[in-house]
């Protein structure tokens, strides 16, 4: 017997709203928006590192926690696609339903490495 296996290739773009950039750069200046992007990336990079232990660990709670952090920096930026990720995953939580938390974690985690790889740099943000 033969079986033929796909591989799915998970990919999404991570981008900033346009929009939200020119209201930040309004508001804090082009330099102060850049430099705002440059701390929310950081910090995304030792929230994302915590909420894998607490995840691998079952801390659903202090998971929980960091999850509204994850929403709230990526509202605050502009990163719309990480944003609605981590409503799955918020809504997968509440259900309790493992499957889905398990495939909506995932997929936030993948959006969030994205964003941690992206060259911010060289994205166009005039709109």
Known sequence: MTFNISVLRLEEQVRIDPTRFEELS?????????NLMARVV????LLLT????????G????????????????DEVGMATLS???????????RGDSTALAATWARCLRLGEQSLLADWDAQDFSG
């Open 59 to 74: 801390n659903l709670k202090g998971f929980a926690r960091g999850l509204r952090s994850l929403h709230r920096m990526a």
């Open 42 to 45: 950081g910090e995304l990079a």
């Open 84 to 94: 609605r990720a981590t409503e799955g995953v918020r809504v997968s939580l509440r």
């Open 50 to 57: 915590t909420m894998v232990r607490q995840y691998s660990e």
């Open 26 to 34: 309004a508001s804090h200046g082009t330099t102060g928006a850049e």
